[in-house]
Nanobody, 125 residues
């Protein structure tokens, strides 16, 4: 069983930055790909970024060049650095984990078995 706990959300002005963290309770953290998704009010949850255990990264088109996903395996932590934030980035951000080694699964909700509770990010204009 893997438990994920996110932190780091908050209120920030447009153009500002936030860093989200996700701590995993799993013993074999490096075996899991980690993903970040977000869900804005009235919208479906969408893919933001993912990172494999070896550090290979994937990004959604709307965040490329602004967000950076990273991980520290020996600390069982994944992070999402968000720069140049826009009001449309406002959402609840979720951390997720999967043991799948097939990158095609990383972009969809169904590809992940474990989810955190989410952390709110609000970007004011």
């Amino acid at each position: 069983q893997v438990q994920l706990v996110e932190s780091g959300g908050g209120l920030v002005q447009a153009g500002g930055s936030l860093r989200l963290s996700c701590v995993s309770s799993g013993r074999t953290f490096s075996n899991y790909a980690m993903g970040w998704f977000r869900q804005a009010p009235g919208k479906e949850r969408e893919f933001v970024a993912a990172i494999r255990g070896n550090g290979i990264t994937y990004y959604g088109d709307s965040v490329k060049g602004r967000f950076t996903i990273s991980r520290v395996n020996n600390q069982h932590t994944a992070a999402l650095q968000m720069n140049s934030l826009k009001p449309e980035d406002t959402a609840v951000y979720y951390c997720a984990a999967t043991s799948s080694g097939y990158s095609g699964t990383y972009f969809s909700l169904s590809g992940y078995r474990y989810w955190g509770q989410g952390t709110q990010v609000t970007v004011s204009s």
